[in-house]
């Protein structure tokens, strides 16, 4: 291969590396109404009454908007493909307020200084509630947060929100406690991870504006045929009164797979006529959007003495705040993308609740709801290894799903067919992994000067690539006159690189140079629908259309050369620049023949597209190794390596995929050892600023080392597989295997703070 | 009220508010590779040189600018193609929201400090936050662009 598996820069890299216009504010036109959301102080109340009078007087402002005067359709502001699976819990404004940052009224105005002076002149009068901010008391709690009786759901997702439960769901194989009685051990504990805030570092934006009497979107979103149907359906419009365009985008991560913001200047434009713009401010974007939901996980392993897994029990609740955002789907991937990486158990058992509390909804955040299982899974094997006294890499080699092992919980399995591993080197990943880490000349500890040890930990995981039989992407590529091509996506490369990587592909098969590629994305009116950048899917789900368009756009040319020629179409070849005969007689440049082909002569521009959707999820897999340093005297715990070594597949671009590891690592470091979204006793967020809430700097993360070891995935595009999610799994339950091996302390709790560990060695070592 | 900034080398009259801060300013006027990520000092976005030195915009009020020299990465193109290269040859740029401050700081990095270390290169840039790239790469392609070990 002549461009995949290559390094090739970013086609956008030096653009956005020297600061040239590019996002959603950068493009925004500058006599844009300035818009701002009065939000509820209140975690739960009714709202008796709104006097915007006097906000509506001030000089500059356009509209005062409350929920008397907006659409009251219940809706999902989850960009999930149709039909969602979650719940339609939500208005865009209603006089019940379920969280503090919930919206109250909408605000339009020439700048934002006289918005926000409006803002503080609307006079609300609530009738508080008693809010219900513990997750472990809401499930039958006698206070209901959503009492409505219009939620809908498109299919059983177990909602019984008069218990304040927004999904269940119980899988089993086997008979679960009859097999865990004939285990010789059996190791049984409970893990809580907490919420996580994105901070991507382009907080939430859109602007809208009127086009020949259609709503126009230009936001930061991952997935912006959703936010299409999906803000349509809120407004009660038609979807093709609508155009959603998405530019560049400052970061996701999941949290802009909501469509959020895009509402409140659509509601605006409509009613004033003029262009409208929203941009949240930091401390919005953490209290009033939504997080990783927090989730407590239960788990019970069965072995016996040699370490065989026999049995998984595996019961999480996670806490989806005041709406059921990805409540359902994130209780499928902590059951479906974790899970399948043992093969053994005879059998196993996922219980798994999704409950309602009056707090900031939980949401899509890399990974969706795997990180917080595997830390329970993983952290849990760790355990069990420790109970067996055996290396925790010998009892991974032991149980890991092998190749051409079916599992029932894999993605794309159905009733009675179980989905197969058709690609897989998780074995050699956790033996390559032990040797960067020097794992038999580290493990468990070693004491370093003064009061301090090292320990060294690890974790396996897995994650899928794309939902299977549900979402999908298409790709059209054309040739231009000039002989290069043009490649329209709908997929959203967040800065990830998924255009480049996507033209590397088109570029293979047209046996092109990735210049000669031109890559537009996205914008539904002008690219193929796309579900977009979620569930790990754009390098496979997208990657698949793209190259099944180039590879009929190839035939197409080769047919149009023929026609105009008069030649055969089997006696005819591509390679690139040139259409030869298979004998090498006769040849035509391509630009040449593409001015033909558009031209009179041809009357036919060639041109392809090509949709795809998987029907399976075949799983990447990673073996993650920690070595921390800690201080037994203060327990400040210093990661000093993180190993990653990953199987996804053929990895098309190297120093991307690279960088993928890197940057998830980095926020699983930080999920692991400091991010915390704490709120007081009246729900409000204590951590809503980056002085409060604090993300990993450059000194945080150590050393990391990323290597691949690619298996080849039959149905991936060249082989590839998925990386973007997988590689967030490891960090939490390696670096707390690591802890516990350097000093005995087990933390079950995320995040693993000094405090925590102080605490631990006191208990331990008094 | 009226200060004057030489932006970029350029001469420029402009009109602020007593409360407004400089990177408002400078976006209001065109200078739209200045960012803002936190408001409260915490992630280096924003940043841009007053008088040659790297500041955070969003904390120095524009009056307080008023006379002084301010350059934006618009105003240093070449010098930040060079860095820029060697973060984009790595990946490291990633999303790119947060790039052109980074760049700046690495710029005045350069001027302060010679042969930097990794340690000292990191704590330098410690300001300056990223939350795609797991700053591994950005570290890598500094290093090169430094000609550091």
């Excluded at chain 1, 065989?308 to 005041?322: E, K, S």
């Excluded at chain 1, 290396?391 to 894999?410: E, S, Y």
């Excluded at chain 1, 629908?529 to 180039?550: F, I, R």
């Excluded at chain 2, 939350?131 to 890598?140: A, E, H, K, P, T």
């Amino acid at each position: 291969m002549n461009i995949v598996s290559k390094s090739m820069a970013k086609i956008d890299g030096m653009d956005l590396a020297t600061g040239k216009p590019a996002y959603v504010d950068d493009l925004c036109p500058k006599e844009a109404l300035c818009v701002k959301i009065l939000r509820s102080p209140h975690a739960f109340a009714k709202i008796v009454t709104i006097d915007i009078e006097d906000a509506s007087k001030v000089a500059g402002v356009a509209c005062v908007l409350t929920h008397a005067d907006v659409p009251g359709i219940r809706h999902t502001i989850a960009l999930e493909s149709y039909p969602e699976s979650s719940p339609y819990d939500r208005l865009i404004l209603e006089n019940l307020v379920r969280c503090v940052g919930d919206p109250v009224a909408i605000v339009a105005a020439e700048d934002e200084r006289t918005a926000a002076m409006a803002l503080q002149l609307i006079k609300v009068e609530y009738e508080a509630l008693e809010p219900v901010l513990d997750f472990e008391q809401a499930e039958g709690n006698l206070q209901i947060i959503h009492p409505e009786s219009d939620i809908v759901t498109n299919f059983n997702i177990g909602l019984d929100a008069r218990r304040n439960v927004a999904s269940s769901r119980l899988e089993e194989i086997g008979d679960i406690e009859r097999v865990l009685n004939e285990c010789e051990v059996v190791v049984e504990h409970t893990y809580y991870t907490q919420a996580q805030a994105h901070s991507m570092l382009e907080t939430h934006r859109a602007f809208t504006f009127l086009d020949r009497g259609r709503l126009v979107i230009v936001t930061s979103t991952q997935s912006p045929f959703h936010v299409q149907r999906l803000v349509a359906q809120s407004l009660g419009l038609p979807a093709n009164r609508l155009r959603v365009i998405k530019p560049r985008i400052g970061g996701g991560f999941g949290g802009k797979n909501k469509a959020l913001v895009e509402v409140f200047p659509a509601l605006v434009t409509l009613k004033t006529g003029k262009p409208a713009k929203i941009i949240y401010s930091r401390q919005e974007c953490f209290n009033s959007t939504t997080s990783r939901h927090a989730m407590r996980g239960r788990v019970v392993l069965g072995a016996d003495r040699s370490g065989d897994v026999r049995a998984i029990d595996l019961q999480v609740l996670t806490d989806t705040g005041a709406y059921g955002e990805d409540s359902a789907d994130v209780l499928v991937v902590a059951s479906h993308n974790v899970l399948p990486i043992y093969g053994g158990p005879k059998s196993v058992r996922y219980r798994g609740t999704a409950v309602y509390t009056n707090k900031m909804p939980g949401g899509a955040f890399r990974g969706f709801g795997a990180p917080q299982s595997v830390f329970a899974l993983e952290s849990a094997m760790n355990e069990l290894a420790a109970e067996l006294k055996m290396d925790p890499t010998q009892l991974r080699l032991k149980n890991t799903i092998k190749l051409g092992q079916a599992h029932p919980f894999l993605g794309g399995s159905q009733e009675g067919k179980p989905a197969v591993v058709n690609s897989s080197t998780l074995d050699q990943c956790i033996e390559r992994g032990k040797a960067l880490i020097c794992w038999d000349q580290k493990y468990p500890r070693r004491e370093v000067e003064g009061n301090r040890v090292r320990g060294v930990g690890m974790a396996i995981a897995m994650h899928g690539t794309g939902i299977a039989r549900v979402d999908t992407a298409a790709a059209t590529i054309q040739l231009n006159y000039d002989g290069g091509y043009k490649l329209l996506v709908g997929a959203s490369d967040l800065g990830t690189g998924a255009d480049t990587i996507l033209a590397q592909m088109a570029a293979e098969v047209l046996a092109t140079s990735l210049e000669n590629i031109i890559v537009y994305s996205a914008d539904t009116d002008l690219t193929p629908y796309d579900s977009g950048a979620y569930a790990s899917s754009t390098t496979y789900v997208t990657g698949n259309a793209v190259v099944k368009a180039a590879r009929l756009l190839r035939e197409e040319i080769v047919r149009g050369c023929a026609a105009i020629h008069g030649k055969s179409v089997d006696d005819l070849e591509l390679d690139g620049q040139f259409l030869r005969t298979v004998d090498g007689a006769w040849e035509i440049p391509l630009p040449e023949l593409a001015k033909q082909l558009v031209s009179a002569t041809g009357k036919q521009q060639p041109a392809a597209t090509a949709t795809f959707g998987g029907d399976g999820s075949p799983p990447p897999y990673v073996a993650g190794f920690a070595e921390v340093e800690v201080d037994l005297e203060t327990g400040k715990l210093d990661l000093l390596n993180f190993v990653d070594v990953i199987d996804c597949g053929t990895v098309i671009n190297p120093n991307l995929a690279r960088i993928q590891a890197e940057g998830g690592i980095a926020q699983g470091i930080g999920q692991t050892l400091f991010e915390d979204m704490r709120f007081d006793d009246r729900g409000e967020m204590l951590t809503d600023s980056f002085m409060k809430y604090k993300i990993p700097c450059r000194k945080d993360v150590g050393q990391i080392l990323v290597e691949f070891l690619p298996s080849l995935e039959p149905t991936g595009p060249f082989g590839a597989k998925s990386i973007g999610e997988v590689v967030v799994h490891t960090t939490a339950p390696a670096i707390a295997d690591a802890l516990f091996n350097a000093t005995g302390v087990r933390i079950r709790r995320l995040p693993i703070t000094p405090e925590k560990v102080f605490k631990g060695l006191q208990q331990k070592w008094g | 009220m009226r200060i004057t900034l030489w932006i970029n080398d350029r001469q420029q009259e402009l009109e602020v508010t007593c409360d407004e801060f400089l990177a408002e300013t400078l976006r209001n006027n065109g200078y739209l590779s200045v960012r803002q990520g936190c408001s409260t000092t915490s992630c280096g976005l924003c940043t841009v040189w007053m008088d040659d030195k790297p500041v955070l915009s969003c904390s120095v009020l524009s009056v307080m600018a008023n006379g002084k020299r301010i350059t934006t990465i618009e105003g240093v193109q070449d010098e930040a193609r060079a860095v820029a290269g060697f973060l984009v040859g790595e990946g490291a740029e990633q999303c790119g929201f947060c790039i052109p401050g980074l760049v700046m700081t690495v710029l005045a990095m350069k001027k302060d400090l010679r042969q930097p270390t990794a340690e000292q290169i990191v704590h330098y840039l410690n300001g300056n936050l990223c939350r795609c790239s797991g700053y591994m790469g950005q570290l890598r392609g500094i290093k090169k662009y430094l000609g550091v070990e």
